[in-house]
């Protein structure tokens, strides 16, 4: 028993390094920060086309 649960450790072990994180994580996580900045801006965008053709249209009516 005692020599599986030496074996399950080293084999954790070898996969914790072998999946040793770089700066691969950082290029993701701007990665993420500039699509959701990108998503963020066009709903602004949009809103604000939005509110000025309602705008528009309200001063037309008047």
Known sequence: MFHTFVAL???????????????????????????IALVAFAAVRAFGNAVEALLALAIDKF
Do not use: I, M, P, Q
């Not at 450790?9 to 699509?35: P, Q």
């Open 9 to 35: 450790h080293a084999r954790n072990a070898r996969v914790d390094v072998s999946r040793k994180e770089t700066g691969a994580t950082v290029a993701e996580y701007a990665f993420l920060l500039s699509l």
